[in-house]
Each structure stands twice: as structure tokens, then as C-alpha cells.
């Protein structure tokens, strides 16, 4: 695949919790830089969390303690478990793969609708 292929978006209620999947494109996971961002209507798209290839992570100041993200690498698969979900979380939410020299490469995007 040519880019990161992201799951497990969908419609939950406030409070709730879901898990996405990105599926890395390349082979070397352990070796990329992976983030998840999201858009929401009308606004531009904002980092939600991201993860070094060394194992630091960060995130956005309205996710902290709520969304955590993790790699498994013998899947070659990055996660972002997000509990507490709120209104405010409903966007797209994107996988971004950072290869370093070899680029970045972003997924098509997943639905998040979070019901009051």
C-alpha cells in the first residue's frame, strides 16, 4: 500500500470511548515518526497526538489524559485509544507517517461523530 490505512472511526456517545487503527504503509515502522491529527468542519486540521520513533509522545492539551496513542510494531500498526469522548472530539482523524528521508505519507482519514 502506498499510504497508511486508517480504522475504527464511528459514531459513539459522549463519555464513550473508541480505538483507531492505522496500518502503516511501509514495512519499518519502528523507524517512523507516526501522529494523529484531526479536522474538523470548517476548521484546519490540528495535531492530536504523536509518537517518536525513540517512544516520546505528545499531545494536544485537549486530549491530554483522555487519548493515548501506541505502536505495536510486529503488526506494524499505530493506535489512538480515546476515552471520554466529547462533542468537541467529532472530526476526521488522520494517520501521518514520517519516514524521514524518504517522506510523509498521510491516510485517507477516519469518522469520528461523538453524539451529546
Known amino acids: 500500500q502506498v499510504q497508511p490505512v486508517e480504522s475504527g472511526g464511528g459514531l459513539v456517545q459522549a463519555g464513550g470511548s473508541l480505538r483507531l487503527s492505522c496500518a502503516a504503509s511501509?514495512?519499518?515502522?519502528?523507524?517512523?515518526?507516526m501522529g494523529w491529527y484531526r479536522q474538523a468542519p470548517g476548521k484546519q486540521r490540528e495535531l492530536v497526538a504523536i509518537e517518536t520513533r525513540g517512544g516520546s509522545a505528545r499531545y494536544a492539551d485537549s486530549v491530554k489524559g483522555r487519548f493515548t496513542i501506541s505502536r505495536d510494531n510486529a503488526k506494524n500498526t499505530v493506535y489512538l485509544q480515546m476515552n471520554s469522548l466529547k462533542p468537541e472530539d467529532t472530526a476526521v482523524y488522520y494517520c501521518k507517517e514520517d519516514q524521514g528521508f524518504f517522506g510523509v505519507r498521510w491516510g485517507q482519514g477516519t469518522q469520528v461523530t461523538v453524539s451529546s
Open positions: 511501509g514495512s519499518s515502522l519502528r523507524t517512523y515518526d
